[in-house]
């Protein structure tokens, strides 16, 4: 009996003793702040936004958008401009790859909800392409007028184009697809550019193209749903003692802001750790579901105190002014 009463003494005592190292080791309490300012990431640099209320893949976006406040359209040049210039650090972009093997800067798989034109964009050459109105079918009165409409002629730009006129800025590309050979595409592309350049640069998309890309370009930042997995999963289970996965090592996390708190040692902690570990974290708002971002004042304030990692937006020119005064 009095072993019984040691041994369930010594079970709570080594409880109370985990526990603490627990606490100790993931609370962000002693952490010294950072004087590290956010990093800003405009999602498809300056654009017009729109409800996400009965939102599904299928949705045609630009027929839902709220009442325009800015000139700009998404994914154009003057949009990362406007974006860059407003504050953000980082704009997101999107690529499809054409008929004649370029890489089209453009969100969506088919034409026919935002431009004039019809059918996929890899059915197109860029020629074509640089042929249409990507303002075409943007609505925020359920059609009854289109204000971009006739405004958006010539403006879908090439990854080429993009990376001529911003040879500094650093970038997020997204490719749209999970074709392998996009990935393989897209490394060959980046391999005319040096190392110093590259390091500006981060690319997700699809699991098949990014692992192709990982394996040709294995320094650069990538991100896929299966890295995403391969990292966070095992952090969750062992990073509570400070251990970081080797696949959470030189990549970009986009952390939806749901499951954020589930991180050991977020905020500040965690993104030591990953900083150390050579990746970036970008906090999503919701639950990863949709690009959401935050966008207005009060979703700033349901970011953690002094959060110093990255925060995803469509609103670059709303957040970025609110969080440099």
Known sequence: MKKLKRNIKRFFIFLVILVGFIYLNNTSLFTRDSNKEPLLLAHRGMAQTFHMEGITGETCTAER??????????????????????????????????????????????????????????????????????????????????????????????????????????????????????????????????????????????????????????????????????CLLPYIVVGWTGYVPAACENTQLHIPEKYAPYMWGFPNKFLNRMEEANTRVILVAGDGSWSEGFDKKQDLERLPKNYTGGIWTNRIDIIAPILKE
Not at 75 to 92: H, K, L, Q, R
Not at 116 to 123: A, L, S
Not at 132 to 138: A, E, F, M, V
């Open 65 to 230: 958008i709220y009442e325009p406040e800015h000139p700009f359209l998404e994914n154009t040049i003057a949009s990362m401009e406007a974006a860059f210039e407003a504050g953000a650090d980082i704009v997101e972009f999107d690529v499809q790859l054409t008929k004649d093997g370029e890489f089209a800067v453009f969100h969506d798989w088919a034409l026919e909800c935002r431009t004039d034109g019809k059918g996929k964009i890899r059915d197109h050459t860029m020629q074509e392409l640089k042929q249409l109105d990507i303002g075409y079918g943007y609505t925020a009165d359920n059609g009854e007028t289109y204000p971009f409409r006739g405004k958006g002629a010539g403006l879908m730009p090439t990854l080429d184009e993009v990376m001529s006129h911003f040879p500094e800025q650093s970038f997020l590309i997204h490719i749209k697809s999970n074709d392998p050979n996009e990935g393989v595409h897209l490394s060959n592309y980046l391999t005319k550019f040096p190392d110093s350049r590259l390091k500006n640069l981060s690319v997700y998309g699809g699991d098949k193209p990014i692992a192709s890309l990982k394996d040709k370009q294995p320094d650069m930042r990538v991100m896929s749903k299966a890295m995403l997995k391969s």
